[in-house]
């Protein structure tokens, strides 16, 4: 059973940057794409960033401040999130989707809190 790993999460104030990891705890030979997703409390589940070999992709909302990188190859993905505001405190998740399949394995989530 594979699972992804998660690492990075934290408190951070306004404007600042953290670094998120994640990593699958065994090779997977067909990924079709990782990415980040992340959960507000009361709000549902929203993407944030995915990578693949056609590219990557990031919500309107982090564009500019977060970057992906990592991927397929690596079986590791990481997020580097900068310029942080209070409205992107959730439970941050990896999701790693696998091909032809498009089977998703989750991450336990990790916490960003951005609070002064």
């Known amino acids: 059973q594979v699972q992804l790993v998660e690492s990075g999460g934290g408190l951070v104030q306004p404007g600042g940057s953290l670094r998120l990891s994640c990593a699958a705890s065994a090779n997977i030979f067909s990924i079709s794409a990782m990415g980040w997703y992340r959960q507000a409390p009361g709000k549902q589940r929203e993407l944030v960033a995915t990578?693949?070999?056609?590219?990557?992709n990031y919500a309107d909302s982090v564009k500019g401040r977060f970057t992906i990188s990592g991927g397929n190859a690596e079986n590791t993905v990481y997020l580097q999130m900068n310029s942080l505001k209070p409205e992107d405190t959730a439970v941050y998740y990896c999701?790693?989707?696998?091909?032809?399949?498009?089977?998703?394995?989750w991450g336990q989530g990790t916490q960003v809190t951005v609070s002064s």
């Open positions: 999701n790693l989707t696998t091909f032809p399949t498009d089977y998703a394995y």
């Open positions: 990578i693949s070999s056609g590219g990557k």
